[in-house]
Antibody, heavy 121, light 106 residues
Framework: QLVESGGGLVQPGRSLRLSCVAA????????MHWVREAPGKGLEWVSGISWNSGSTGYADSVKGRFTISRDNTKNSLYLQMDSLRLEDMALYYC????????????????WGQGTVVTVSS | IQLTQSPSFLSASVGDRVTITCRAS??????LAWYQKKPGKPPKPLIYAASTLQSGVPSRFSGSGSGTEFTLTISSLQPEDFATYYC?????????FGPGTKVDIK
């Protein structure tokens, strides 16, 4: 089970931190990811992190503005989103990888229900 | 790595055989996954490693291909299969999804 939180209404240029708490599997055995779905658009991979935080990856659209992290002692995944833009408005999903690192991914086998981020002035 | 899907939309009837194609801009070997997406629900994993069926997914779903061309086939479309289908490449540290194929009722 993956449960996201932290979404909400934020002004352009401001920050927001998303969280995802995992249960039902050995969290620190797997890579984790954030994926978003903007209104009326398709799925977009945002960022991923390896099992031990040793490697991360970011979509070009968020690189330099978003930071992914995890705390394996709390079975938790985070996404720090800075300098938010209108185009960041979306439903953000937390997803579990079948593999251990971003570069050896086998795709995602569990997804949360998502948390909504609204960017508006 | 860019992914394209064809068709972007298809209209089909219950019982039809449906095939969706996903093409990659470069060789991704067999590092491709497929998902089913319905409104208001998170994506449901169907296939990974191009042709391995996710546990619990009906056998009417199948995947094939390698390199740059892949297909998702639904052998006999069921009412619950009307949805949008996405491919995803996992061959680099910049994972990407295809634009999606919406399967609608004829």
């Amino acid at each position: 089970q993956l449960v996201e939180s932290g979404g909400g209404l934020v002004q352009p240029g401001r920050s927001l931190r998303l969280s995802c708490v995992a249960a039902g599997f050995t969290f620190d055995d797997y890579a984790m990811h954030w994926v978003r779905e903007a209104p009326g658009k398709g799925l977009e991979w945002v960022s991923g992190i390896s099992w031990n935080s040793g490697s991360t990856g970011y979509a070009d659209s968020v690189k330099g503005r978003f930071t992914i992290s995890r705390d394996n002692t709390k079975n938790s995944l985070y996404l720090q989103m800075d300098s938010l833009r209108l185009e960041d408005m979306a439903l953000y999903y937390c997803a579990k990888d079948r593999g251990t690192t971003v570069t050896t991914s086998w795709g995602f086998d569990f997804w949360g229900q998502g948390t909504v981020v609204t960017v508006s002035s | 790595i860019q992914l394209t899907q064809s068709p972007s939309f298809l209209s089909a009837s219950v019982g039809d055989r449906v095939t969706i194609t996903c093409r990659a801009s470069q060789d991704i070997r067999f590092y491709l996954a497929w998902y089913q997406k319905k409104p208001g629900k998170p994506p449901k994993p169907l296939i990974y490693a191009a042709s391995t069926l996710q546990s619990g997914v009906p056998s009417r779903f199948s995947g094939s291909g390698s390199g740059t061309e892949f297909t998702l086939t639904i052998s006999s479309l069921q009412p619950e299969d009307f949805a949008t289908y996405y491919c995803q490449q996992v061959n680099s540290d910049h994972l990407t999804f295809g634009p999606g194929t919406k399967v609608d009722i004829k």
